[in-house]
């Protein structure tokens, strides 16, 4: 391991050349940047931010009023986006040109805070080389540029969180940044309230970084902006903290428990196998921060060269199991969105980037053999994981497609007493009673588990040879952590494939998906008269209707299926904006324009659209790229 320090000390006296593989990796990041935003296809949360927000932020609506928009987040997660387009124009292009602003800003304040810690002196060579290996780090990481390059809450809370750790870390910050780091931290439960736990990490921080007299400033700024916006949203915002706490503990919150709204229909019962795919999902899409968070607390010294340092790495950690904790438990451990896990991950994966900047310069190599041991485990682990939650799209690729041929061959059997050939899988079938499917992915998984293992046990051979051969210079005890070492750095080296954060493909679009929402809100825009009341069953394209001039809708229905409920009290379930059956039937009875996707024309509602009741309009073009996605328009006749 000397070796590969005393060669990371010889590149740290070219500090030009730090310099320029920054800027290339700032070129890589903003290039992704663009062109995700143009190629996703808009989700239905986008759609939601943008079009609730425009309402709020014209007035038309209030957040958490009755009768109203259902709020399901915190308000500032609508009014930031509503506001932008307030202000540039209502729009899905405005929304996704913003998230390209707040990616831009997140990329110069990692930049910035991985300087200022990353060297054992201000302005030193290696916090240059640590700055860029930061910029490269989020770079290679598709999976996470693609979920900041949609106006989706996660880039706007990575934005003002990486911000937050640029005001306040460090010693002598100046009194007006961690002021402002504190308002911004207090600010950020107002925007998502899963980061809640930020603002007294924040102000613990500061405290003992700071002092007391610093602490009591920023302590009053950070609530400041906390209290406003509940005082503002009092008492309705409590229906969002509710969500947080078990009814039968907290009895005297149930007066902020919304009575007689029916049974979700979102909920899922989920198997211990789902909910590992999703763990480790996580996993493969922020591999190089959470494997580098893992690194920095195997790598923890003894003695910290600064201060200062040690507080940081200290701060950053314990924020980052609290928040890992918190969202683990609500996605992976819950039973409404298992599959969240990844893009929760996202609000906060920056923590973990920065925990390895301000450590690495401190990390004691030589760690016992426990910690040795420990790292192998992880590492074994880690690959299995992955391999287990890669095998689900593997599975309908190559490998698949190689194990499915394998599993068409034929094998000997008995069957009643005669001799037959039954292909591989119909023997598996008629022993386990497994589908194809199911067959064909446990076989997909065995080879990648069994590769992943095959490549640790490779890792630690390679490292043991050029120990014994003497090429390079390691430490006695060593083999095992520095095996993780390079694991590390070859899994850092293939993030951006499909294995890695690459893997992230559920929003891909190849055509322009902004074009191809004007094309659609153009056409919509010519049957849809000001003035008219519209039942609404679009799937997630919600973003189409803010380029429509003052319609009025039946809020509940804009959460689609995540609002809708089996049974409730038609009253108490339009005043918190949910709906159900009932009222679908209701509202389509009074809408002058029913405005359905392909695929939701189902059932009664195809039946009553199909009525000498309504006059069919020429549908729009495809939205994006999901199959059903063209909105068919139905205008009440006279």
Known sequence: MKYFLNRFKQLTKLPWLAEILTALGGIIYFGQVWIYAHTQDSLLDEGLYLLKGYLFATGKYRPFQSYGLWTNHMPLSFLIPGYAQAIFGPGLRTGRYFAILLAGLFLIGLWIVSRRLGGMSPGGDASRWLAAGAVFAVAHNPAAIKINSIMASQGLVACVLVWVMVLVLGRGRPAWQLILGSILAGTLPLIRLNLLPVLPFVLAYIFWENGWRLGLFAATAGLIPFIGGHALYWPHIMT????????????????????????????????????????????RFHFIS??????????????????????IAVFLSTLFIVLFGLHAWASVGGNY????????????????ILLIVVSIPNWHWRIPLWRGHLALLIMLLVVTGIGYSYAVSAAHGPIGSQMMDFLERKVPAVINSEYTGLTLWDAIAKHY??????????????????????????????????NKSRAMDFSKGSVLSSSFILFLVLGSMISPLDPLGGGRHSYDCGKGVIDS?????????????????????????QAIL?????????????????????????????????????????????????????????????????????????????????????????????
């Open 517 to 541: 929402y004007k094309e659609a809100a153009d056409h919509l825009s010519k049957h849809v008269e000001s003035g008219d009341l519209i039942y609404w069953q679009g799937g997630g394209s």
């Open 240 to 283: 969002m903290w509710v969500k947080w706490f078990p009814s039968g503990l907290t009895p005297f919150l149930d007066v902020w428990r919304p009575e007689g709204i029916g049974t979700p229909t979102a909920i899922v019962t989920a198997s211990l196998g789902t909910r590992l795919e999703s763990l480790f999902e996580g996993v």
């Open 290 to 311: 959470l494997s580098g968070t893992i690194a920095a607390w195997l790598f923890w010294p003894k003695t910290w060269k600064k201060q200062e340092h040690f507080r």
């Open 433 to 466: 009673h497994w589908s194809y499917w199911k067959q064909a992915l446990a076989g997909t998984r065995a080879v990648l588990i069994t590769s992943g293992i095959v490549v640790c046990v490779g890792l630690i051979a390679i490292v043991t040879w050029f």
């Open 546 to 638: 803010l380029t429509l001039d003052d319609i009025n809708l039946f809020p509940p229905q804009l959460n689609s299926g995540a609002s809708y409920r089996q049974g409730g009290d038609i009253e108490m379930l339009t005043k918190y904006g949910y709906w159900n059956e009932a009222l679908s039937h209701q509202w389509a009875r009074e809408a002058d324009v029913l405005i359905i996707a392909e695929r939701e024309l189902s059932g009664w509602l195809a039946e009553y659209a199909a009525t000498d009741e309504f006059k069919l309009v020429p549908p729009t073009p495809e939205i994006g790229c999901r199959e059903g996605s063209s909105l068919q328009i139905y205008r009440r006749l006279p």
């Open 337 to 352: 969105c298992i599959y969240c896990f990844s893009n929760y991950l996202a609000f906060f994966s920056s923590l973990g």
